[in-house]
């Protein structure tokens, strides 16, 4: 069926509650259906949102309650830390893959990290 000859007649026929599968070449590319339909399909925003902000909850409730049974040592390093290393170990600047072959290297980097998370003095 055409669709740009027939929109009319399947604009009623989605409308009372009749769905389409519109195709191009043989693959399917989207569903005509009715306004009803679609809103069944879709959640309510609102309630996703909180779903999603519910989740985020319980994600930073587990991260505290593994800070507490498994604290970090005073040397081990946090998880951002340890992938902003691991992200930085192919970069020429970075922190060095095997810090214990290129400790100056690594002490540079740390350095310039230690130096960039400190507020600025702006009190002259």
Known sequence: MDLRKHLGELLDAASAGERFLIERNGKPLAMLVSVEDARRADPDAEALRERRLAALDRLDDFQRRMAILHPLAPDD????????RDRSRD???GYPEYPEDEPERAAEYEARY????EPEDDSV
């Open 77 to 84: 390093v946090g998880i951002v830390e340890w992938l902003r």
């Open 91 to 93: 970069e020429p600047d």
């Open 114 to 117: 230690r130096a960039a998370r």
